[in-house]
């Protein structure tokens, strides 16, 4: 499929929002949606909807829309969801008790195998389900077991070392709470750097823009 | 400022990717950069960094760039983040103590205060420095102290109701962590959902994709 390797990191962004709105819509229990609805329920223009879907083939109908069910199916294959890739996680405090114990991972396209600490409090304890092993396992465990990705809930500081042997011992992506920024280019494999500082700060911002519109 | 009202949501979301990224700079002693240099570190392209900053009057110089203090001083001032605002986070499960013990609110913009829950086990303790208060006082402690954003770092099920209580009570924005959609046009001040399934397909998407460039 060559057309993907020329979509957008923006266009990549927004799959996940279309997927998840899809997904309500049908707990809603509708069937079919038009690209108008959609952009309206979502803040986004019809317009901006028909060319991210066209990137993949384009998923609608004149005069219907999009088939719910269907367009549930067809962005559920391009995020790759149901390719059956494995996760674990590193780094048992509390957010990472936080993931184990409230987050969908299957959902998201991951099974999570387990978790990895050094801590001997936390060592052999289960959260969520999920076994906390001993960190020193954890090059075995990845010889042995090839999970896809590594979720990094540890203290900032180890995040880039610790990065590079993942992915030199065959880690292929990872999922980056440190706050320290890791890098596709400096690793070779995608890295998604989460930054709640920046959904935070976008709320102060508007805020405050609020404040000036009551002036 | 008239014209800050017409900044498209778009943009409003990049400004705290680009303070973090001149903060960032900063900290590595730079002392001006080019867009061209700041687009390559984003990846963004230098046309759409000029057009962003021109919509709050345009920082830089031909020819010199950007002086990364002045950029630094700005940006902070239109995100707000020097307006002295509180918050309040409601919900010390795993989550909300993340938060309490690492995440540095004061350099997204908001002094917390302290946090609510209602489990026996957690009133009265601290995390992070922040005590953890009777959610019965919930009221009277907004009512008296007026802060002006509440975390929700409760469990789904409820937010829209206390989302919807608190809002009535005076508070001005919402981080949401619930996973339950909170919207503007229904409470009438700005929320921001959090999603961290958002961050985790986009990987997922981008590891399949890594795949299949190996093919």
């Known amino acids: 499929m060559e057309h993907r390797q020329e979509v957008s990191k923006a266009v990549i962004q927004r799959l996940p929002r279309y997927y998840r709105n899809i997904c309500e819509l049908k707990a809603e229990g509708a069937q079919r949606i038009s690209s108008r609805a ?14 991210d879907f066209n990137c993949f083939g384009g998923f609608g109908q004149q005069g219907y829309g999009y088939n719910i069910e269907k367009l549930q199916e067809e962005l559920g294959a391009i995020l790759g969801l149901r390719a059956g890739r494995t996760a674990i996680l590193l780094g048992a405090g509390n957010l990472g008790r936080a993931l184990l114990n409230n987050f969908n991972f299957s959902a ?29 396992e954890l090059d075995h465990y990845i010889d042995e077991l090839h999970p896809d990705v590594a979720v990094l809930t540890i203290p900032r500081g180890n995040a880039p070392a610790i990065a590079r042997s993942l992915v030199e011992r065959g880690i292929r992506g990872l999922w980056n709470f440190t706050g320290e920024d890791l890098h596709l280019e400096g690793l070779g494999v995608p890295v998604e750097n989460v930054h709640l500082s920046d959904s935070l700060m976008t709320l102060c911002q508007l805020v405050g823009m609020a404040e000036e519109n009551e002036d």
Chains 1, 2 share one sequence.
């Open 38 to 51: 959609l952009a309206e329920r979502m803040g986004l223009t019809a317009s901006q909807i028909r060319q």
């Open 108 to 136: 998201s396209g991951f099974e999570l195998l387990c978790a990895f600490d050094a801590s001997p409090e936390l060592i052999g304890r289960s959260f969520g389900g999920y076994e906390v092993r001993d960190a020193k």
